[in-house]
């Protein structure tokens, strides 16, 4: 079973900035977190991951906790083509595989 | 970088026929992974191979799906025969072997079964 609990869906306006929260109360020390998207008709796109600090790519930024228990997932600039369903998870490094939830779905608006 | 490929995109068959599904991951990915996605739900993992080695294969029903990846590079998921619940998207996905491993995932095949 998935480790994260996420909201089921989520909107935000075309240009904002969209933040996608994150449960993960059970994670255990040497677990990341790691978020994937997928658009429809796609397959899962990696985002980001991180562990304990504060990590940000040209795609996003993922902010986590200091007790590691949530994180939220950013999207600065948020374009129609960010609409998606977004996983949220928890995992250790190497190579264990991904346990999908059931995501958010993320809905811009013009 | 070409990214992981999957053929066919889609496929209709009637149920206890049989079908199968074929991935060439991003070169050099030593790790290979079969997810089934059911409408409405995440993908969940089928099969895992390490080169031509599987690593997990615990939620794999055996009784009518198998895989095979024999040269540690593309690799083959076969149903036989299927039924009318395997109705799914089949993703496959690779990795490097490592702490960072990063999945790369394919566009999916979609599989109706009638």
């Known amino acids: 079973d998935a480790k994260t609990t996420q909201p089921p869906s989520m909107d935000c306006a075309e240009g904002r900035a969209a933040n996608l929260p994150c449960n993960h109360s059970?994670?255990?020390?040497?677990?990341?977190v790691y978020w994937y998207r997928q658009i429809h008709s796609q397959g899962p796109q990696y985002i980001i991951h991180?562990?304990?600090n504060n990590e940000t790519n040209e795609m996003a930024s993922l902010i986590i906790t200091e007790d590691r228990k949530s994180s939220t997932l950013i999207l600065p600039h948020a374009t129609l083509r960010d609409t998606a369903v977004y996983y949220c998870?928890?995992?250790?490094?190497?190579?264990?595989?991904?346990?999908f939830g059931k995501g958010t779905r993320l809905s811009v608006i013009a | 970088e070409a990214g992981v490929a999957q053929s066919p995109r889609y496929k209709i068959i009637e149920k206890r026929q049989s079908v199968a599904f074929w991935c060439n991951p991003i070169?050099?990915?030593?790790?290979l992974y079969w997810y089934q996605q059911i409408l409405g739900q995440g993908p969940k993992l089928l099969i895992q191979?390490?080169?031509?080695?599987?690593?997990?294969d615990s939620q794999l029903p055996k009784d009518r799906f198998s895989a095979e990846r024999l040269k540690g590079v593309d690799s083959t998921l076969k149903i036989q025969p299927a039924k009318l619940e395997d109705s799914a998207v089949y993703l496959c996905?690779?990795?490097?072997?490592?702490?960072?491993?990063?999945?790369?995932f394919g566009a999916g095949t979609r599989l109706s079964v009638l």
């Open positions: 059970t994670i255990s020390g040497n677990e990341y």
């Open positions: 996905a690779s990795s490097f072997t490592g702490a960072k491993n990063i999945q790369y």
């Open positions: 191979f390490q080169n031509n080695g599987v690593v997990d």
């Open positions: 998870i928890v995992r250790a490094s190497g190579n264990t595989p991904l346990v």
């Open positions: 991180g562990l304990k």
């Open positions: 070169s050099g990915h030593a790790t």
